[in-house]
């Protein structure tokens, strides 16, 4: 398969452009989504600890369950037609949301079934999403092309939150949902419109799919640097997953602040999100890939931080606090993301790459739905602001991989030979 070489920025790319349109619109729909969903548990359904915790863990349950699965059938396919399906999935379920609660019977345990089927196809779509860009691009330039995409995700963050918070003193949070099923649905067809020369694998190159899935694992479990990634990525995941899990409850029950001000917060983890985003090349050009990995940790450290003190602050403080916090926290994530993600598809074969992704996802993804359910859990037993204060500990030890191996001194990660 043949990639146009195309020097200077990927934009000159017309699949690129379009794949950037899409995820652009999609990722607009996704924040309204991110502020709706749990204001819609809280508010109008009024969840517990514990229900939070089964409704985020049923948001991410599928990387656990399918994800192994995914990796090995996206590799068989062809990933642009895999996220198309995906997007169009994504957006039936959410309308879900509207009508059902437009006639009245919206319950929990509907939300539970809904964030399931979003998540299945979310693992369809990221196992696919970052297997096509390699294809899609020359790579020489899937970096730039990453922060092109991760640029625009935080533009959207900036706007998305405030305005849905907004919204939400005029409008049921239930309808902002159908925001979301119009972004996918965009993606879907901007997608569709990209012509490319991606094929499916001949059936004769294939081999049985337990087969393909043991060669992801095994190209992962034998690369030190995967491993060395994969084990930060999994405790920043285990960690940040218990807070944002009971952050909503905290922010909306216990501290009492209004939607429309849960909204501002995120809007200012957006603020960090395109600073990481703007800078994480140059920053990792500056400093090296590794120690940009191993700084972006410890700054990914101090930021959740701010979430463990936050509910034991006075009343003014409260608000800063979070905001400071999610800055920071957005703008360590996203340069850690960024770099690391690179790393990975330079390092991997073109053929392993949905296999390898998937292998990734199955661990450090997989991970959310048990920190979902161990957050409700302890939330329940200990108090939502504790359990908060563990995961912010936990997060902490993410740093750890890279303080004691080599390649957090490295200033250019290894990579698959051209």
């Known amino acids: 398969m043949s990639v146009p070489v195309s020097p200077g920025s990927p934009l000159v790319n017309p699949g690129f452009r379009l794949l950037w349109g899409g995820q652009a619109l999609s990722q607009v729909g996704f924040q309204f989504q991110t502020l709706a969903m749990p204001v819609i548990a809280v508010t109008l359904l009024h969840a517990t600890e514990a229900d939070m915790g089964f409704l985020n863990a049923a948001n991410t349950a599928a990387f656990l369950l399918v994800g192994l699965l995914a990796g090995g059938w996206v590799d068989r396919m062809r990933k642009r037609q895999v996220m198309i399906v995906a997007d169009a999935v994504r957006a039936v379920a959410i309308c879900a949301i509207p009508v059902l609660w437009s ?190 990995l191993r700084a972006s940790t410890l700054l990914g450290t101090v930021g959740v931080a701010g979430f463990a003190v936050a509910a034991y602050l006075p009343s003014a403080g409260v608000l800063p606090t979070l905001m400071a916090a ?37 661990v450090v993804w997989g991970v959310m739905p048990i920190a979902a359910l161990l957050a409700g859990w302890c939330g329940g037993l200990l108090g939502a602001p504790v359990t908060i204060i563990i995961g912010a500990l936990i997060q902490g030890l993410s740093a750890v991989p890279f303080l004691v191996s080599r390649y957090g001194a490295q200033r250019e990660l290894p990579r698959h030979p051209e």
């Open 326 to 362: 999610e800055c920071t926290t957005s703008l360590a994530f996203v340069v850690f993301n960024m770099v690391q993600v690179t790393a990975r598809q330079r390092l991997c074969p073109p053929p392993l790459l949905g296999r390898m992704n998937a292998s990734i996802r199955f």
């Open 103 to 292: 006639m009245g019977i919206l319950a929990v345990w509907h939300l539970y079934v809904i964030a399931g089927l979003i998540g299945v196809a979310t693992v369809f779509f990221d196992v696919g999403y970052q297997s096509y860009l390699p294809i899609l691009v020359p790579s020489e330039q899937v970096g730039r092309a990453n922060g092109v995409l991760e640029g625009t995700a935080q533009i959207a963050r900036l706007g998305g939150p405030s305005v849905a918070g907004a919204l939400l003193t005029i409008v049921a949070a239930p309808w902002l949902m159908l925001i979301n099923a119009v972004g996918f649905a965009c993606s879907a067809l901007l997608l569709g419109a990209i012509r490319d020369d991606e094929r499916p694998r001949p059936v004769g190159e294939r081999q049985r799919l337990l087969v393909e899935i043991r060669e992801g694992i095994t190209f992962v479990v034998g690369q030190p640097l995967l491993r060395v990634l994969v084990t930060s990525t999994m405790l920043s995941n285990l960690g940040s997953t218990i807070i944002f899990t009971l952050l909503t409850l905290v922010v909306l029950r216990d501290l009492g602040l209004a939607p429309e001000l849960l909204g501002v917060v995120f809007s200012a983890g957006a603020v960090g999100g395109i600073a990481g985003a703007l800078f994480a090349s140059r920053i990792s050009e500056r400093l090296g890939e590794g120690p940009s």
